[in-house]
Every structure is written in structure tokens, then in C-alpha cells.
């Protein structure tokens, strides 16, 4: 297969089948003469692997430990399973954050008016020192039935 077409095959894309091969995440493909790269049965599947792992989110570091076990066949799959618990750890971390980004902006977007006014505790937060909290906008004096308090 030439690059085009193992590009089809794994999903990957050109640009990162070279780049894997330059930061020696894989191994190179075999040239022809004139070059081109020429992707064996093997080239294939190592790239699956690692385009399933990307797909699972582990990092190119992670990966190349990966295919390191994979293609070890005296490894422990203790270590493997200690790689992937690892990794499900940081996936956890980065949901929280998730989270809490996601309830920020939630809560700040409850506090925008959304109107034609152009105070907004959005912008006034991502202004903010970011060491202190968010200034609150002040909201205008209503009475019970919405009209402003005439006093």
C-alpha cells in the first residue's frame, strides 16, 4: 500500500503517518526506489493500534509504551493493565475539570440578562484577576410583580 491508501486504511491521516514515522513512534515504512513509502500487512496493523489507542486518548508517549508491550511477547499484562488504569485516572481528572468548567458556565450564563444591556457576568469573569472571584453584576431592583420600585 502506498501512503494515500494507508491512510484510507487506519484513518490516519498523511500528514500524521509522517509524523509518527519521523518522531519514531513507528517504524518506517520500506521505500521503493523512487521513494515512495510502501506500507506492509504489518505497517498496517501497528497503525490501527496506534489509531485506536489515539482514539482512546492516550498520548503518543502512552502509545509508544503500548506498542512496546504489544509487540513483547514475554510482557506482563500487568503491566498493560497498569498503563491503561493510569491513563482511566487522568481521563477521570479531566472529566472533573470538565465538570467544573461546565458548571461555571452554567451558573454564568443563569446570571446574563441576554439581553441588549451590556453588563454580562460572562465577559466580567473572563476579566477578572484570576486570583480573586468574579465581581457579580448587580441586578436592578424589581418589585413582586417585575416593575421597578418607584421610591
Known amino acids: 500500500m502506498n501512503i494515500g491508501e494507508a491512510s484510507k486504511a487506519t484513518g490516519i491521516s498523511v500528514k500524521m503517518l509522517r509524523y509518527y514515522e519521523e518522531i519514531g513512534l513507528v517504524q518506517p515504512a520500506q521505500r521503493t526506489e523512487s521513494g515512495y513509502r510502501i506500507y506492509s500487512d504489518k505497517n498496517i496493523a501497528t497503525l490501527r493500534f496506534v489509531r485506536r489507542a489515539r482514539d482512546l486518548g492516550f498520548q503518543v508517549k502512552q502509545i509508544g509504551a503500548l506498542l512496546d508491550l504489544w509487540e513483547n511477547g514475554s510482557r506482563a499484562s500487568a503491566d498493560v493493565k497498569s498503563l491503561a488504569l493510569a491513563h482511566v485516572s487522568e481521563?477521570?481528572?479531566r472529566r472533573r475539570e470538565?465538570?467544573?468548567m461546565?458548571?461555571?458556565l452554567n451558573h454564568l450564563?443563569?446570571?446574563?440578562h441576554g439581553d441588549d444591556r451590556p453588563d454580562c457576568p460572562i465577559l466580567t469573569s473572563l476579566g477578572a484577576d484570576s486570583d480573586a472571584p468574579a465581581p457579580r453584576t448587580p441586578r436592578k431592583k424589581r418589585s413582586r410583580k417585575g416593575f421597578?420600585?418607584?421610591r
Open 91 to 93: 481521563l477521570e481528572q
Open 98 to 100: 470538565l465538570d467544573e
Open 102 to 104: 461546565i458548571a461555571t
Open 109 to 112: 450564563a443563569r446570571n446574563c
Open 148 to 150: 421597578a420600585s418607584a
